[in-house]
């Protein structure tokens, strides 16, 4: 098996950007290529999401939200209701209180520290969770392309509908008070609007070697 990069060193890799920007493609291959594991840190707001709305509550209330960030069950990570638009949505709403966002903390960060090293994606990893990352990238695209690529990944069909459901999703993430969806002032931005899978992967590849490069070079 030929697996140059794999643990080479620790390293810890942010990456952020809105819904369907092709961030957790970019991660796991990030993942992949430097041995590292990856933490897809959407999963846990979608399940907490998921065990609001399976409880009955509205993904509004801040106390039912935040017990259930609590005593979240990790079982809930692989259920496939995790990817489904109305888990999304309910994900963006509780994601925006403050108890929700400090229960899940502890365990990103954690993750994010772990002796060697790891990959995060999510919205906050390069502004809050992981401040101090080794490699922070920005990955973006238009809403136009975005729609388009969870349109083909979802069971809606009408591309009008998930358009809407992404732009509704940005603005909560971006607009809310708790760490919103920003670019980290130190972190590389990424457009993927015009690169196919393997170019963006090859590129996300290019621009993390070249930090760690530039790292090395500064001792
Ligand atoms: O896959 P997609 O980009 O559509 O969404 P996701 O990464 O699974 O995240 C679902 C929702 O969780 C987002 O719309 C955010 O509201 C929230 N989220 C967050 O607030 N902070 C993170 N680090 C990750 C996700």
């Known amino acids: 098996m030929n697996v140059p990069n794999a643990n080479r060193f620790a390293v810890v890799i942010a990456v952020d950007g809105p819904a369907a920007s092709g961030k957790g493609t970019i991660a796991r291959a990030l993942a992949a290529h430097f041995g590292l594991p990856h933490m897809d840190t959407g999963s846990l707001y979608r399940a907490v999401g998921l065990a609001v709305l399976r409880a009955g509550g509205d993904p509004a209330d801040a106390a039912l939200a935040a017990k259930c960030a609590r005593t979240l069950d990790v079982a809930v990570l692989?259920?496939?209701a995790l990817r489904e638009p109305s888990t999304a949505r309910a994900a963006s709403v509780v994601s925006a209180h403050p108890e929700v966002r400090a229960a899940l903390l502890e365990c990103q960060q954690a993750f994010a520290r772990q002796p060697?090293?790891?990959?995060?994606?999510?919205?906050?990893?390069?502004?809050?969770?992981?401040?101090?990352?080794?490699?922070?990238?920005?990955?973006?695209?238009?809403?136009?392309?975005?729609?388009?690529?969870?349109?083909?990944?979802?069971?809606?069909?009408?591309?009008?509908?998930?358009?809407?459901n992404l732009a509704e999703r940005d603005a909560r993430d971006a607009e809310r008070d708790a760490a919103p969806l920003r670019q980290a002032d130190d972190s590389i931005l990424l457009d993927t609007s015009d690169m196919d899978r393997e170019t963006a992967i090859a590129?996300?590849?290019a621009l993390a070697e070249a930090r760690l490069a530039e790292k090395a070079a500064l001792g």
């Open 78 to 80: 692989d259920d496939p």
């Open 116 to 164: 060697g090293g790891a990959v995060l994606d999510g919205r906050d990893i390069g502004t809050v969770i992981a401040p101090d990352a080794d490699i922070k990238i920005f990955v973006t695209a238009s809403l136009d392309v975005r729609a388009k690529r969870r349109q083909a990944e979802t069971p809606e069909r009408d591309y009008a509908v998930v358009r809407a």
């Open 203 to 205: 590129r996300a590849i």
